[in-house]
């Protein structure tokens, strides 16, 4: 059975920085594209990064530019993304998504999905 879980969340001062990690058992994620989401209240879920299998990095959107990290450590079976200067707006629930039709912003292309965590930004 496919477990991903999501760990780091928690509550982040404006202007600080967010280090979450995605790891799994029942899969390599090695072997998948890597993707992280978010979804505010009200909004819909939305990339932020992704992954590739051969490690190439694929930024979405203004949210991502000059802000994020986005690594793999595949020794552990894990996924580490990182965001800077965190405004009210990075305010979600982030989940890890794995698939393996390469990184897409494209929720339905992947498969395996974790339970999210909450991110909290105080202002």
């Known amino acids: 059975q496919v477990h991903i879980v999501e760990s780091g969340g928690g509550l982040v001062q404006a202007g600080g920085s967010l280090r979450l990690s995605c790891t799994a058992s029942?899969?390599?994620?090695?072997?998948?594209?890597v993707a992280w989401f978010r979804q505010a209240p009200g909004k819909e879920r939305e990339v932020v990064s992704c992954?590739?299998?051969?490690?190439?990095?694929?930024l979405y959107g203004d949210a991502g530019k000059g802000r994020l990290s986005i690594s793999r450590d595949n020794a552990n079976n894990r996924v580490d993304f990182g965001m800077n200067g965190l405004t009210p707006e990075d305010a979600a629930e982030y989940y890890c998504?794995?698939?393996?039709?390469?990184?897409?912003?494209?929720?339905?292309?992947?498969?395996?999905w974790g339970q999210g965590t909450q991110v909290t930004v105080s202002s």
């Open positions: 029942g899969l390599s994620l090695a072997d998948y594209a």
């Open positions: 992954i590739g299998r051969g490690g190439g990095t694929v």
């Open positions: 998504a794995a698939g393996t039709t390469g990184c897409t912003p494209a929720a339905e292309s992947y498969g395996h």
